[in-house]
C-alpha cells in the first residue's frame, strides 16, 4: 500500500509539474529553431516609397509568414505560379505575394493581396536591385521600416 501511495503521489507531482510548466518542458527537450542563425543580409524595405507593398509585408508576416527570405532566383516563375495559382486578376491591381516568388520561401501558401501596379512592381524592382549582389542561398531578413 506504501509503494503504491509513493507512486501515485510521485506521478501527481510529475503531472501537476508538466502542465503548469509546459513551456518549460517543451524547451527542455525541443530546442527552438533561430530562424536568424543563418542571416547573412538584412533588408530594411521603405514603407514611405512603396506604403502598399510595405503594408502587405507586415500584414502577413504578422499573419506568420517568415520574414526571412532564402533567395532562390531560379525558383521564382514556378514561386509566382504556384502561388497565384486560382487567384484571380483584377483591373488595374496587381496580385502581390509574400514572401516574394524569388524567395525559397514563397510560392503555394503565400499571402496575396491586390495592389496598385506602380508600388507593385517599383518596389519588386527596389528589392531587385538591393539583392542582385547575393547570390541564390543568401538568407536574408526583411524589415519594414
Known amino acids: 500500500m506504501k509503494n503504491k501511495l509513493t507512486y501515485l503521489l510521485s506521478l501527481l507531482i510529475i503531472v501537476s ?25 538584412t533588408l530594411i524595405f521603405p514603407s514611405d516609397r512603396f506604403p502598399e507593398t510595405a503594408a502587405h509585408i507586415k500584414s502577413a508576416i504578422e499573419k506568420g509568414d517568415s520574414s ?12 509566382r505560379k504556384e502561388s497565384l495559382k486560382g487567384i484571380p ?3 488595374n491591381l496587381d496580385r502581390d505575394e509574400f514572401p516574394m516568388a524569388m524567395c525559397a520561401e514563397g510560392g ?16 519588386g524592382s527596389w528589392v531587385s536591385n538591393q539583392l542582385e549582389k547575393y547570390p541564390d542561398g543568401t538568407r536574408v531578413k526583411i524589415i519594414v521600416k
Not at 509539474?17 to 547573412?40: A, G, H, M, R, W
Not at 526571412?68 to 514561386?79: F, L
Not at 503565400?110 to 518596389?123: K, L, T, V
Open 89 to 91: 486578376t483584377r483591373p
Open 68 to 79: 526571412v527570405c532564402t533567395i532562390d532566383r531560379k525558383g521564382a516563375d514556378e514561386n
Open 17 to 41: 509539474f508538466l502542465y503548469f510548466n509546459k513551456e518549460s518542458i517543451l524547451t527542455f527537450f525541443i530546442k527552438p529553431v533561430n530562424q536568424d542563425t543563418e542571416i547573412s543580409h
Open 108 to 123: 503555394k501558401g503565400a499571402d496575396i493581396m491586390y495592389i496598385n501596379p506602380s508600388d507593385n512592381r517599383g518596389a
